[in-house]
């Protein structure tokens, strides 16, 4: 199965700066992945998918790149309501595999 | 609005059996592949089953293969996870998840919280 990393493992950052996660596939995923936000007892809500389009009601602060095996989350200006874990995930091959998710917190 | 209500989960000691149910709404249940996800208290998440959306096809992940058993019924609008032999490792909490067309998981349920302790 596809082993995904992310890094860091925890992301420290003021209000209003930018955030960059990043997350690398163990082989080619192509453009098929997903990015996650989970909130403290909350479930994972979809960010983006397909590595770069945003879900439904995303804000444009969330933007996603990268293709292959290597993929970035990027936060343009991080608010209060974005602190928070954040997972990848490919859906290339089956089975569907998550990256052990960076904690974005309030430096 | 898509909605997914899990239920089910509790407290269960090794090698004990549990059922969850997942309740959907808000979507044409019958026409979507639906998965189980769980995560482990202060871990990642994992995948641990898919049913498609008419109950033909079914993967496990191997730590759960043999002993969990999904199925569904697009009658009810129900998922379910019958859980069989559990384990300490399969303490977490448990997510019915909606495959967006054989890719990405779209909507999620709140979860539901199994612990496997004696």
């Known amino acids: 199965e596809i082993v995904m990393t992310q890094s860091p493992a925890t992301l420290s950052v003021s209000p209003g700066e930018r955030a960059t996660l990043s997350c690398r596939a163990s082989?080619?995923?192509?453009?098929?992945l997903a990015w996650y936000q989970q909130k403290p007892g909350q479930a994972p809500r979809l960010l983006i998918y397909?590595?770069?389009t945003r879900a439904t009601g995303i804000p444009a602060r969330f933007s996603g790149s990268g293709s292959g095996t290597e993929f970035t989350l990027t936060i343009s200006s991080l608010q209060s309501e974005d602190f928070a874990v954040y997972y990848c995930q490919q859906y290339n091959n089956w089975p569907p595999t998550f990256g052990g998710g960076t904690k974005v917190e309030i430096k | 609005e898509v909605q997914l209500v899990e239920s089910g989960g509790g407290l269960v000691q090794p090698g004990g059996s549990l059922r969850l149910s997942c309740a959907a709404s808000?979507?044409?249940?019958?026409?979507?592949?639906m998965n189980w996800v769980r995560q482990a208290p202060g871990k990642g998440l994992e995948w641990v089953s898919y049913?498609?959306?008419?109950?033909?096809?079914?993967y496990y992940a191997d730590s759960v293969k043999g002993r969990f058993t999904i199925s569904r019924d697009n009658a009810k609008n129900s998922l379910y996870l019958q859980m069989n032999s559990l384990r300490a490792e399969d303490t977490a909490v448990y997510y019915c998840?909606?495959?967006?067309?054989?890719?990405?998981?779209?909507?999620w349920g709140q979860g539901t919280l199994v612990t496997v302790s004696s």
């Open positions: 998840a909606r495959l967006y067309y054989d890719d990405f998981f779209d909507y």
């Open positions: 397909g590595a770069s």
């Open positions: 808000g979507f044409t249940f019958s026409s979507y592949e």
């Open positions: 082989q080619s995923v192509s453009s098929n």
């Open positions: 049913i498609s959306s008419s109950g033909s096809t079914i």
